[in-house]
């Protein structure tokens, strides 16, 4: 019975979690050191599992006014951030691509921010500043990624 009732409370914590939209901050100039951007795309930090740093994302032009953006992956980094901005909200997501654990994991966001500099974004260019927090539901260890991006919306 009470492996019933643990499995019922794990359940019910499981279900609780949602997909947490942001609301998109515009701003006329974003301001901050984007130097990286002759480089690379993005310049952040994180904490997820398997991650080890990344400095490429990509944007691409959906339909009817969305935005796809997802990090890439390389041998040492195995996690994605991906945002889906649509309209005035911003969706971001991790996936893990796993090379310990076995199927692929996908980690909501519960709180966060993202700016976005709108004069850049109408000449379809992403200038964005970010912070977000996401649900882990295997231990108390904080998932984050905060960053600046800088990249053209193909």
């Known amino acids: 019975m ?7 409370i794990s359940l019910l914590g499981l279900l609780s979690i949602k997909k947490e939209l942001i609301d ?8 901050g050191d984007y130097s990286f951007a002759k480089q690379r795309s993005i310049d952040c930090d994180a904490w997820c599992y ?6 490429t994302i990509i944007a691409t032009a ?28 911003c969706l971001p997501t991790i996936v893990l691509k796993s090379i310990r654990f076995q199927g ?4 909501q966001c519960k709180e966060g921010f ?24 295997e231990n108390e260890k ?9 990249t053209k919306i193909k």
């Open 62 to 89: 959906g339909q009817k006014d969305t935005i796809h953006c997802y990090t890439l992956m390389n041998t040492a980094t195995h996690c994605s951030l991906h945002l889906t901005l649509t309209n005035n909200s």
């Open 142 to 150: 904080k998932i984050f990624w905060k960053g600046k991006i800088y």
């Open 50 to 55: 398997e991650w080890a740093g990344a400095n």
């Open 114 to 137: 993202i700016k976005i500099d709108r004069p850049l974004w109408k000449r379809k260019i992403l200038k964005a500043e970010f912070d977000f927090i996401f649900n882990n539901d």
């Open 104 to 107: 692929d994991k996908t980690y």
């Open 24 to 31: 998109i901050t515009w701003v006329e100039k974003l301001t």
């Open 2 to 8: 009470q492996v019933l009732l643990s499995f019922i």
